[in-house]
């Protein structure tokens, strides 16, 4: 009866030894926030989209250019973005050509109701804030 009792103490401190590691590599995949920061750049799209779930997408062109290592040429340097609050993508949708400073939080891996995945990038990248409006459309849709 002793061992029987030891056993079923065991088992349960296996299975809340499992849980706690899957909650763990769950968070630090889909949750943690790896980095975060302020990015300026000239809004170039922003759009709703999406099969399951309808979610934000924006890309602004950011200053400078940036060289593509497997094909010999330079490209603009594009920010890929997702935008989970409603009342912050109706200013975006407003604000597009405008020069932005938009806040940001990079998290691990892409979660699908939070946004797009996107090639290119690592992670994924949720703007949380218009922190400001640098110029309003400077050369008619900023270009």
Do not use: C
Not at 105 to 118: I, K, V
């Amino acid at each position: 009866m002793i061992t029987s009792i030891k056993r079923k103490r065991w088992l349960w401190v296996m299975i809340a030894v499992m849980l706690l590691t899957v909650s763990f590599v769950v968070y630090f995949r889909y949750y943690f926030v790896y980095s975060e920061g302020t990015r300026v750049g000239i809004l170039y799209k922003f759009s709703k989209k999406g099969t399951f779930f309808k979610t934000y997408e924006g890309e602004m062109v950011l200053p400078g250019i940036k060289f593509k290592q497997s094909v010999s040429g330079v490209s603009s340097n594009m920010f890929h973005f997702s935008v989970t609050d409603e009342e912050l993508a109706d200013k975006l949708m407003e604000s597009q050509g405008m020069e932005l400073k938009l806040h940001y939080s990079q998290f691990n891996n892409p979660l699908p109701w939070r946004g797009d995945s996107y090639e290119n990038e690592d992670g994924q990248y949720v703007v949380d804030e218009l922190v400001k409006i640098k110029d309003k459309n400077p050369n008619g849709y900023g270009l």
